[in-house]
Structure formats: C-alpha cells, structure tokens
C-alpha cells in the first residue's frame, strides 16, 4: 500500500484521492516509454533504494536499468486473461515449494518501538488470510526482532519502520535479493487510512511477497497500466486485494481477498 505513481511495475497499494475512469477493462499493451521516462518516475527513498509501482525497491540505478532492459524496453510477458503473477523469461516468479513453506521473517522491535505489538499483530492477521487459502507458511522469528535488518541473514525478509510520506508501505518479489527483500511501512499507516487497516495493506503487500502483480496491470483502460509481465491465474477482478481502488477497482472497503483472489493464490501455490 502506498502512495504511487502510474509508471511500470510499482508494488503496492496507492493512496491518490480521485479514481482512475474509464470503461470496462481491456488486457491490452500499453506504449512503452524511454529509460529516461521511466528512470525520472521512480523514487529514491531515505534508504537509497529506487522504488517504483509504489513499493518495488531496487538497491541501485544499475539495478533498475536491468530491470528497466528485461522488463520494459521489451514487454514480453503473458497477456492471457483476478490474480496475476509476476511472469519473466517464459515462467513465474514464485517460492519453491519447499520455500513457500517457510517465509521467515523478523519484526524490528527497535524501529517500530511502541508500535511493535500493532506490526506483530498486523502480520499475524495478514500472513493468516494467504496461509488460510493457499499452500504457504510464514514464520515470524522473534529471535532476530532486536536485530531485524536488511542484512539480517537469519530471516527470508525483515518487517522495519520508515519516516518516509512517498508510500505506506512497500514490498518485493520473490526474485530479489535479500538486501531488497524488506516490507517497510510509514509512520504514515498508524494516522489511519480511511477504510484501510494495517492488517489489510499488509494483506496485500504479503501479495507482492508471494509474486502477485498489481491486478490493474492487467488493464489500460485502469489508467495505472504498468507493463506486460504477468501471467493471469484468473479472470480479471477490480475488487481484488492487488488491485488499486482509484485505478477504476471496486473495492470500497478494507483490502481484503477475493474469492478470485484465493482460487489463484491457491493455482499458484497448492
């Protein structure tokens, strides 16, 4: 969940105040833009990592070129019409089975102070909807809580607290590195969020985690169109937990899952 710009392949839940309009979604391609196009929208954060679609993070500018080269310049995903997964070079961007299975994590108790046992429990609640529908298993690791950093080896990702304003939160994919493989939340999710709790944007930036693409994507006529990498794992859904409320989506509530959302969490995990 975060406050995003319209560019290609952010990771998140965007907090724009008007809807995107249009009619009825259409699983088309968009025009691709320029490096320098793409390089200008994204976001260098407090951390010096570039973010984009929201809460994708990069490590650095040659990081986001590659990603720039294998993603943008030449969209070669899957278009094939819910739930999309990250789709590269002919297959999913997903856990191993065996992976999936163990999701370790820490919680910073040292970032979040106060707010600790409100993350801890937010996870706890988040982590449940996907592990209730599909075949994964997270496991908060409270050994590495006082110690919880981007280079704490002993957990798969770490859960740590930012000042910055530019998203909620945000997340990664399953291909990043484990200096990138951080879900980092604002100090901006605990003034509310309307309708959103942190439970629910945490249910969807879980979603990014387990290789789930912004459902939006999916669609030009969204007006959040990102680009062409993702497979469909079922019919497209604008009420879903991955999908941007103002990018012409039907979810007025918390960010919840879907019956769609489970029917492809668990194809994609079963």
């Keep these: 969940?975060?406050?995003?710009?319209?560019?290609?392949?952010?990771?998140?839940?965007?907090?724009?105040?008007?809807?995107?309009?249009?009619?009825e979604a259409s699983e088309t391609s968009a025009?691709?833009?320029s490096w320098e196009e793409f390089q200008a929208n994204a976001y260098q954060d407090e951390e010096g990592k570039f973010i984009i679609d929201g809460d994708l993070a990069f490590d650095s500018k040659e990081e986001l070129?590659?990603?720039?080269?294998e993603n943008i310049a030449t969209e070669t995903g899957s278009s094939e019409?819910?739930?999309a997964v990250y789709y590269l070079s002919g297959r999913d961007v997903k856990w191993t089975a065996t992976q999936a299975r163990n999701l370790t994590y820490c919680v910073s108790?040292?970032?979040?102070?106060?707010?600790y046992s409100t993350v801890v429990s937010a996870m706890n609640s988040a982590t449940a909807a996907w592990e209730g529908t599909a075949n994964v298993n997270f496991v908060h690791s409270t050994t590495y809580d006082g110690s919880c950093t981007a280079s704490q080896a002993g957990v798969l990702f770490d859960v740590r607290q930012t000042s910055t304003t530019s998203y909620v939160a945000r997340a990664f994919f399953p291909n990043s590195a484990r200096s990138g493989r951080n879900i980092l939340i604002s100090t901006s999710a605990f003034g509310g969020g309307g309708s959103w709790s942190l439970t629910g944007v945490l249910r969807h930036e879980l979603?990014?985690?387990l290789g789930l693409r912004h459902e939006h994507t999916r669609s030009t006529a969204s007006g959040c169109y990102e680009d062409?990498?993702?497979?469909?794992?079922t019919s497209y859904d604008r009420a879903s937990v991955m999908h941007y409320p103002q990018c012409n989506g039907t979810q007025t509530g918390d960010l919840v899952?879907?019956?769609l959302d489970r029917t492809g969490a668990r194809a994609l995990y079963p």
């Design 207 to 209: 979603g990014h985690v």
């Design 228 to 233: 062409a990498n993702w497979r469909a794992l």
């Design 81 to 83: 019409g819910g739930l």
């Design 1 to 23: 969940m975060l406050k995003f710009r319209s560019i290609a392949l952010m990771a998140g839940v965007a907090l724009l105040g008007t809807a995107c309009g249009g009619p």
């Design 109 to 115: 108790s040292s970032s979040f102070g106060s707010r």
């Design 31 to 33: 025009p691709t833009m």
């Design 65 to 69: 070129k590659a990603f720039f080269d």
């Design 257 to 259: 899952l879907t019956s």
